[in-house]
């Protein structure tokens, strides 16, 4: 680890090893699926006091995906990070929103080209598949959501649509990329409100989204 301990914010791709307490006072570790913005606050406040070692305070989250309002407080935690705290993030960056990967040192702990990490991967996510679909082909896609009843796979599937649209290069125009990054963001946030139908909001969203190509 010596090679990034200069560096505040590090994203590391994600291994099996064990995460342990370099010093238990000092070392906040969070293990979980996602990463949403309750998590990020108590980061936050643990970083927010002084260390109780002379080395500073160490995070370190290993999750799968992390949600867009956790990605945005983030942005506001490392622009304070300071001293010799450092927040260590195991996940591959392709996930990540490009303002936030711009902040940190990126450590490939896997071997494997950067040039393999920066698109998400068509066989295990149909994100990309999605967007490049027609209505007919993106409903078909959605199914597995819709008769699994999976809100929160739903849900983490629908913030990867921003962050990919966000991240990659498109035919959109300026002001299709924002308004189709407003209708998934008016999906997402409705997702979590009690009675909405699951497969009533993934079809409006299948239908009103431009073609990604």
């Known amino acids: 680890m010596e090679e990034v ?3 505040h914010f590090v994203i590391l791709h994600p291994s099996e090893e064990s995460l342990t307490l370099e010093n238990p006072l000092d070392t906040y570790i969070y293990e979980d699926d996602t990463l949403t913005i309750d998590v990020v606050r108590h980061v936050y406040t643990f970083f927010s006091t002084n260390a109780f070692g002379g080395n500073g305070k160490v995070g ?17 935690l490392t622009e304070e990070m300071s001293g ?12 990540i929103i490009p303002t936030l990967r711009s902040r940190a040192h990126i450590v490939n702990t896997l071997g494997q080209k950067q040039e393999e990490t920066k698109r998400p991967s068509k066989k295990k996510d149909t994100t990309a598949e ?8 993106r409903i078909k896609l959605v199914q ?14 629908i913030e990867r649509l921003a962050v990919v649209i966000r ?9 299709e990329t924002a308004r ?27 239908l009103i989204l431009p073609k990604y190509v």
């Open 5 to 7: 301990s200069t560096h």
């Open 60 to 76: 370190h989250i290993r999750v799968r995906t992390v949600t867009l309002e956790a990605q945005n407080a983030l942005l506001k």
């Open 84 to 95: 010799g705290n450092r927040l260590f993030l195991h996940m591959s960056p392709h996930t």
């Open 130 to 137: 999605f967007l490049a679909s027609g209505p007919a082909g």
């Open 144 to 157: 597995k959501y819709i008769k699994g009843k999976d809100h929160a796979e739903a849900g983490l599937f």
């Open 167 to 175: 991240s990659e290069d498109t035919s959109m125009t300026p002001q």
């Open 180 to 206: 189709a990054l407003s209708v998934i963001h008016e999906t997402r946030s409705a997702l979590d409100r009690n009675g909405i139908s699951l497969k009533l909001l993934l079809e409006y969203l299948s």
